[in-house]
């Protein structure tokens, strides 16, 4: 079937993008669902610094590429052996899918899937043998992101990479869920596991800082501290509920049993490292460049009992997580609605990645059917 989706055949191009154009609105071609897969009409996605980190070219991907993982949209077609979902339903898209069979994917959410991760560095679709289903008017192949792919109309994903959501929840509540709620979320409750008494602070108040922020006011610790060097959502953290706010400069000696580094650079990550209290454990979500480097005292980590952890995606099981935030939303507990900056169309693609680079925004969400 003909689609329209926003393709990246060159990254770092220089900004603005508004200016340099790196996303074009392309008419592709998507092939049908084949076994194990889902055909969905995208309804509202997310943009995410995982997308914008493709475009700036931090985190390398081949080229051409239909770019956007954080996604929601309604079941229009189900490939043979898709038993256990119907036409019409509401699923978010996630962008690490797990086979349930690798080593990796018994670690309860601690570790990414193998061959989901080999098939999202690849650009194809999990798990049929490296293959795509995008191609562009002269019949070249144009990839998936992250087995996603959803700024689109539609897109086709493997089973296990759609999580259903009832129809409740508006497919932009839905969409957030999927990544930055996940991801932010997920480093709360999975990784940091605060006690009742802890203190959460939280380094970098984007969309995943800020899903992380209202996820740890969900569960009434202690007290949740925000950390940004944009005064602005400094503001918005206090509005929520934090209890202080800080730019870097302020902190001081001021320091929190729990840390959620959410930024993705190697400054942030010492910020947050430094913050972390005796017998405290730093939690790092952000992904800086590959070539990038922080600076620790490692005999930190011996003498005050301190304990690093990286999380990816939240360490999550989506399947499992996705509902549990959908119902925390459902109870007034979990405010995703807060997380939403901006709605857009998918023709402003550009600027929304210049917003999202300047660290203006928390969450852009495009909707399909305005």
Not at 84 to 99: A, K
Not at 147 to 153: Q, Y
Not at 280 to 294: E, F, K, N, R
Request: aromatic fraction near 4%; glycine fraction near 10%; charge should be negative.
């Amino acid at each position: 079937m003909k689609i329209h989706g926003a393709v990246l055949r060159e990254k770092e191009r220089p900004r603005p993008f508004a200016q340099s154009k790196p996303i074009a609105l392309e008419s592709l071609e998507l092939d049908e669902p084949r076994p194990g897969e889902v055909l969905i009409r995208m309804t509202a996605a997310g943009v995410c610094h995982s997308d914008l980190s493709v475009v700036d070219g931090n985190r390398p991907r081949p080229l051409p590429m239909l770019l956007g993982h954080e996604g929601a949209g309604v079941v229009e077609k189900l490939g043979d052996g898709v038993d256990d979902l119907e036409i019409g339903q509401q699923v978010v898209t996630v962008f690490l899918p797990r086979c349930g069979e690798c080593a990796n994917c018994r670690t309860d959410g601690k570790l990414p899937c193998t061959p989901g991760s080999a098939t999202n560095g690849a650009g194809t679709l999990p798990f049929d043998g490296h293959k795509v289903r995008l191609h562009d008017d002269t019949g070249a192949e144009v990839l998936h992101h992250l087995g996603a792919s959803v700024f689109a109309s539609h897109a086709v994903l493997n089973r296990a990479s759609v999580v259903p959501v009832d129809d409740d929840v508006p497919a932009s509540i839905a969409a957030v869920l999927g990544c930055a709620v996940l991801t932010g979320g997920g480093a709360v409750l999975n990784a940091g596991r605060p006690e009742p008494d802890d203190e959460v602070m939280i380094v970098g108040l984007g969309g995943v800082g800020m899903a992380a922020l209202i996820t740890a006011l969900s569960i009434e610790s202690a007290g949740v501290i925000g950390v940004d060097a944009n005064p602005d959502k400094l503001v918005r953290a206090k509005e929520l509920g934090a209890v202080e706010v800080f730019t870097p400069e302020q902190l001081g000696e001021r320091k929190a049993p729990i840390v959620i580094e959410c930024v993705g650079h190697p400054r942030a990550f010492e910020t947050a490292f430094s913050a972390t209290a005796v017998g405290g454990t730093t939690v790092t979500v952000g992904l800086p460049a590959p070539d990038a480097q922080s600076h620790i005292t490692p005999v930190t980590l011996t003498a005050e009992a301190r304990t690093v952890i990286g999380s990816y995606l939240g360490s999550a099981v989506p399947s499992r997580d996705i509902p549990v935030y959908a119902q925390l939303w459902r109870e007034g507990k979990l405010p995703v609605e807060e997380l939403i900056s901006d709605t857009i169309g998918l023709n402003e693609l550009n600027e929304a990645f210049d917003a999202l680079s300047d660290g203006t925004v928390v969450r852009q969400v495009i909707d399909f059917e305005a």
